[in-house]
């Protein structure tokens, strides 16, 4: 596609980066006013929003690191080369979620209520992520023969070059729009506090542990378990299986 945006001379705006900061300020943006409407300290929930930002960025990059380590070893500068795409999402949540705890404890917000409010944000925030990791060719899709395939032609690109592979970032992009419906529905009618948050880890877990099928075997996701699944899709089942477990469990209880 485009890895490139806009190119004057020595200057580059990468498309990845872009669509990165995009989702991040929309996050943020809707977050910010379901906060504001449920009467949270708004000026500390964007303090909280920044830590949350650099965590996941960081998380996000340390996790593919560490899943890519041969190359860097070879070439340990480029760890910092995030315009060239290279962010795995679970390692974002992770950090992120345990960074947004600690915050949240330190300064007595409500956890529950705050993690709800962030929810409502972030399936349009991981959204336009998605659409930069497709302009940029990383987490690429498998062969395809399917009319809507997409062939790679740019040098810079990240994917392998001309051989039409699945769209697999825009089957999530489009797949996490519903997710937001969702939760942007039920903010006036949640039964407790956190269930939008179960629901979006809930959601979003299985929509990303299904596009895992049709990712290219040679975009390496960690170790292959239980035979054919990688570490990620894995990981992404969990989630889903253990907020779904969550919303099922508090559901009986009321």
Known sequence: MYPILIELGPIRLFTYGFFLAL????AIWLAGREARRVGLPVA???DLCLYIVVAAIVGSRLLYVLLEMDAFIKKPWEILYLWKGGLV?????????????????????????T??????GMPVGQSLGRVGCFMAGCCYGSESDLPWAVTFTHPETLCPLRVPLH??????????LPVFGVIYYMR????YEGQLALVYFCLAGTVRFLTEFVRHPLDYRGPVLFGSFPATQIFAL?????SGGLLL???SRR
Request: net charge positive; no cysteine; charged share 15%.
């Open 238 to 242: 969990v989630v889903a299986l253990v």
């Open 44 to 46: 500390q929930f964007y």
């Open 188 to 191: 006036t009618r949640k039964s």
């Open 249 to 251: 469990y508090f559901r």
């Open 115 to 120: 993690f709800d409010a962030l929810a409502v």
């Open 23 to 26: 989702g991040f300020l929309t």
């Open 89 to 113: 999402f679970q390692g974002g949540l992770v950090l992120a979620f345990l960074v947004a705890l600690y915050y949240m404890r330190r300064h007595q917000m409500p956890w529950r209520t």
């Open 167 to 176: 769209p697999s970032q825009l089957y999530e992009a489009l797949l996490l």
